[in-house]
């Protein structure tokens, strides 16, 4: 089955700074791939996603990269904010077989003001 | 709004006793995901469904069983608790969308201990 993998586990940075959290997948028939935000206390959240026929998403202050070759792709956050600081999870899912997310073990963003 | 309503925040039982963890969505969709979350394991999936009285088994069945006997509900059960079922459950639900890619709605989860 699919395997997700993601890193860094923790990351810490400057109000302003970029973050940016890293997955690589195993089943290249993996082609949908969504990223969620957990704040304290609340399940996940989508916050974006992105599909194999396209190489890059943004909406405002994120954007999501895909790079099918190497099977890895990426979330970057650009002039992070406190309210940023939660725990992102990476997923990925296929349209045929079965169509259940696996997630990645999860990145907890701490954006210091 | 999606809602994802999950029957407790908090439970604490003992082992060997029987757990219902119960999940109601409001948005008439098709499946229901049923997750356990730890630390550093991100959330893996235990069973989900695609229909009512249809179930299928996640990554980690093990231990757990399901049961959705209307469409807005989906149950999940620990026949047995065991102390190594600590965790947060988190249930979800999608609806179909023509070539893949659903999103999930999370409910709030809940934390359970078993002592």
């Known amino acids: 089955g699919e395997n997700v993998e993601q890193h860094p586990s923790t990351l810490s940075v400057q109000e302003g700074d970029s973050a940016v959290i890293k997955c690589t997948y195993s089943?290249?028939?993996?082609?949908?791939f969504p990223w969620y935000k957990q704040e304290l206390g609340k399940g996940p959240q989508l916050i974006i996603d992105?599909?194999?026929?396209?190489g890059e998403k943004k909406d405002q202050r994120i954007a999501v990269t895909l790079n099918k070759t190497a099977k890895h792709f990426s979330l970057h956050i650009t002039e992070t904010q406190p309210e940023d600081s939660a725990v992102y999870f990476c997923a990925a899912s296929k349209d045929t077989g079965r169509r259940a997310l696996t997630f990645g073990s999860g990145t907890r963003l701490q954006v210091q003001p | 709004d999606v809602k994802v309503t999950q029957s407790s925040r908090y439970l604490v039982k003992r082992t060997g006793e029987k757990v219902f963890l119960e999940c109601v969505q409001d948005m008439d969709h098709e499946n229901m995901f049923w997750y356990r979350q730890d630390p550093g394991l991100g959330l893996r999936l235990i069973y989900f469904?695609?229909?009512?009285?249809?179930?299928e088994k996640g990554d980690i069945p093990e231990g757990y069983s399901v049961s959705r006997e209307k469409k807005e509900r989906f149950s999940l059960i620990l026949e047995s608790a065991s102390t190594n079922q600590t965790s947060m459950y988190l249930c979800?639900?999608?609806?179909?969308?023509?070539?893949?890619?659903?999103?999930?709605?999370f409910g709030p989860g809940t934390r359970l201990l078993v002592l």
């Open positions: 992105i599909r194999s026929n396209v």
């Open positions: 469904s695609y229909d009512v009285k249809m179930k």
């Open positions: 089943d290249s028939a993996s082609n949908y």
């Open positions: 979800a639900s999608s609806t179909w969308t023509s070539g893949g890619g659903e999103t999930q709605y």
